[in-house]
């Protein structure tokens, strides 16, 4: 796939984004599973999946939900959907429906769905509040509103490697052009805040070695979001490649280990009584 498929107001289009996607959910695969067994999702479950892309979770909520119950993946992203689609067939997710839209503004009905979860989308919206709300309204009242979203607290490589830091600093300094990058850290209160019930948090935190695929994630989004960077004058070429070399030379060395952001889990009840 090209970058051309991918929406270009998405901060990280690239022609490895795909297979970017791809690797990230096979990395948080088990904790989707987890989270899902937590919430208690089951046969018959209507499930949608806000913001999937080319596989989100919908593989773990289809074999939860069953022949009895559906799964809906949205995005508004065509080329990512035609993924999700491809994957969907390799997996027999029989029970998956695909639909585009506008993930801020979803043409969807409200009230019909018992679990409404997103993945990795708040930053790339302008307002994760209204996203939220969003969210709250598809749900059934007594359904489940979800999130999974960054925290880079945890985000570094043992040995260390001095010039990752200055690479994190700048890509948070460049998401901060289009959202918070670090959003996880606040959605448990944003939950509570938006009249959710019995809000629960989880989070997870990855160890990488042996030169794993995903150790090359923040590579990938440095490259994609070159031009925004030196556009903004956040940096200059020669230093952003003097940093992605530094940090290429970390992935690269089978000795290093890579910590992953915080991956931060939230999820709440709507209200049975809600109008």
């Not at 970058?3 to 297979?19: H, K, P, R, T, V």
């Not at 839209?101 to 919206?125: E, K, N």
């Amino acid at each position: 796939m090209s970058a051309n498929s991918i929406d270009q107001d998405y901060f990280l289009a690239s022609d490895e984004e795909l297979g970017r996607l791809q690797v990230q959910a096979q990395v948080w695969q088990p904790d989707a599973e987890s989270m899902l067994d937590r919430i208690g999702v089951g046969s018959g479950w209507a499930c949608a999946d806000m913001g999937c892309g080319g596989a989100g979770i919908l593989g773990p909520m289809s074999r939860r939900a069953g022949d009895s119950g559906s799964v809906l993946g949205f995005d508004s992203d065509p080329g990512l959907l035609d993924s999700a689609a491809a994957y969907r067939e390799t997996e027999d997710l029989s029970n998956v429906l695909l639909q585009l839209g506008d993930v801020t503004q979803p043409d969807l009905p409200h009230g019909a769905f018992d679990l409404v979860h997103s993945r990795f989308l708040l930053p790339h919206v302008d307002s994760p509040v209204d996203v939220l709300g969003n969210k709250v309204a598809l749900a059934k009242p007594g359904g489940v509103v979800a999130s999974q979203e960054n925290d880079h607290s945890s985000w570094n490589f043992y040995p260390h490697c001095p010039e990752w830091d200055e690479l994190l600093d700048l890509l948070e300094q460049t998401f901060a052009l289009r959202g918070d990058i670090n959003i996880g850290r606040r959605t448990f209160h944003m939950f509570r805040e938006c009249g959710l019930e019995d809000v629960r948090i989880r989070t997870s935190v990855q160890a990488l070695q042996d030169q794993h695929p995903y150790m090359r994630m923040p590579l990938i989004g440095a490259k994609a979001m070159r031009e925004r960077m030196l556009e903004a004058k956040l940096t200059t070429a020669q230093e952003l490649d003097r940093l992605i070399n530094g940090v290429e030379q970390a992935v690269d060395d089978p000795d290093r280990v890579q910590f992953t952001f915080t991956l931060v889990q939230v999820w709440g009840r709507k209200s049975p009584t809600w109008n």
